[in-house]
């Protein structure tokens, strides 16, 4: 599975932003798929996450009520929009995608996408 993020940039706080991650290799709908992201200095965190059916979402509560990850089944794309983006938001910010619909185990990640918000 090959997975391509695209639509980081920057941006000021309290802004938006949309994050895309076109992904091909397999059926898209049988994956699940994720948003994970790293600031300088900082492990990795997990940030959002949509099954295969977009039926079902989950948040970390740092960016719960301020973003939303969907997916277009038919563009074998998921997206991440993010509102009120706050300095801290600042990261790059990945792409993921588990082996199954409803697994939340990422075995696919795609390249970064820088997100810097600025104050």
């Known amino acids: 599975v090959q997975l391509q993020a695209s639509g980081g940039g920057l941006v000021q706080a309290g802004g938006s932003l949309r994050l895309s991650c076109a992904t091909s290799?397999?059926?898209?709908?049988?994956?699940?798929m994720g948003w994970f992201r790293q600031a300088p200095g900082k492990e990795r965190e997990f940030v959002a996450h949509?099954?295969?059916?977009?039926?079902?979402?989950y948040y970390s509560d740092s960016v719960k009520g301020r973003f939303t990850i969907s997916r277009d089944n038919a563009k074998n794309t998921v997206y991440l929009q993010m509102s009120s983006l706050e300095p801290e938001d600042t990261a790059v910010y990945y792409c993921?995608?588990?082996?199954?619909?409803?697994?939340?185990?990422?075995?696919?990640w795609g390249q970064g996408t820088q997100v810097t918000v600025s104050s």
């Open positions: 993921a995608a588990s082996s199954t619909s409803c697994s939340r185990q990422y075995v696919y």
């Open positions: 290799g397999r059926t898209f709908s049988n994956l699940g």
């Open positions: 949509i099954v295969g059916s977009g039926g079902s979402t």
